[in-house]
Nanobody
Framework: QVQLVESGGGFVQAGGSLRLSCAVS????????MGWFRQAPEKEREFVAA????????DYADSVKGRFTISRGNAKNTVNLQMNSLKPEDTAIYYC?????????????????WGRGTQVTVSS
């Protein structure tokens, strides 16, 4: 059974930092890209960042470019999201997702498995 478990969410003041992590277990595909999405209250879930299986390729939503960094752990079964210079508009539930494709995917339907999410709250 595939499981994705996010951690690292919390409450932070504007300008602060948080580091999210996602651990993957039970995945049967040998290579898989991963992504982070977020959903703010009363808004649609949106793409935040993605990373290829090798880690060589990354992409970000315009709203987080230059502030967020996605990376994979050495064992490849973890993915991290370093979030700096946080803004109140970054407040959302953050979800990690895994896809059997090895390249970056931006659309939600391209992902096969999802975590349950972790809450990030940024106060002004």
């Amino acid at each position: 059974q595939v499981q994705l478990v996010e951690s690292g969410g919390g409450f932070v003041q504007a300008g602060g930092s948080l580091r999210l992590s996602c651990a993957v277990s039970g995945y049967t595909f040998s290579t898989y890209a991963m992504g982070w999405f977020r959903q703010a209250p009363e808004k649609e879930r949106e793409f935040v960042a993605a990373i290829s299986w090798s880690g060589a390729n990354t992409d970000y939503a315009d709203s987080v470019k230059g502030r967020f960094t996605i990376s994979r752990g050495n064992a490849k079964n973890t993915v991290n999201l370093q979030m700096n210079s946080l803004k109140p508009e970054d407040t959302a539930i953050y979800y990690c997702a895994a896809t059997s494709r090895s390249r970056i995917i931006h659309f939600q339907d391209g992902y096969d498995y999802w975590g349950r999410g972790t809450q990030v709250t940024v106060s002004s």
